[in-house]
């Protein structure tokens, strides 16, 4: 199982970045899957969720309104559409999923939200 993200930059406040997040090694369109963000000196929080069929999404507090995840299931990737983005949004950014009792991480990537 391999999960890979990219996007990630830095960028103005109330600009926007697009995070994807590619994966292999697992029946992509049967799980939901989830981003997930450390901010610096903090613990990881989860940011959005997106059932199997993208019928299904919730966001955190912190970014509902701002954030859009969405999925494609035929290129086996999840997207993290980011916008008015504040340095409160700086962190790694990760996405996550559980198969059965295990849980795969990408190695994430940066965002810097700076003026």
């Known amino acids: 199982v391999k999960l890979v993200e990219s996007g990630g930059g830095s960028v103005q406040p109330g600009g926007s970045l697009r995070l994807s997040c590619v994966t292999s090694g697992f029946e992509f369109y049967d799980y939901p899957l989830r981003w997930v963000r450390q901010r610096p000196g903090k613990e990881r929080e989860w940011v959005a969720f997106i059932g199997a069929d993208s019928t299904e999404t919730e966001y955190g507090a912190a970014v509902k309104g701002r954030f859009t995840i969405t999925r494609d299931n035929r290129q086996n990737t999840i997207y993290l559409q980011m916008d008015d983005l504040t340095p409160e949004d700086t962190a790694v950014y990760y996405c996550?999923?559980?198969?059965?009792?295990?849980?795969?991480w990408g190695q994430g990537t940066q965002v810097v939200v700076s003026s």
């Open positions: 996550r999923v559980i198969l059965g009792t295990q849980v795969y």
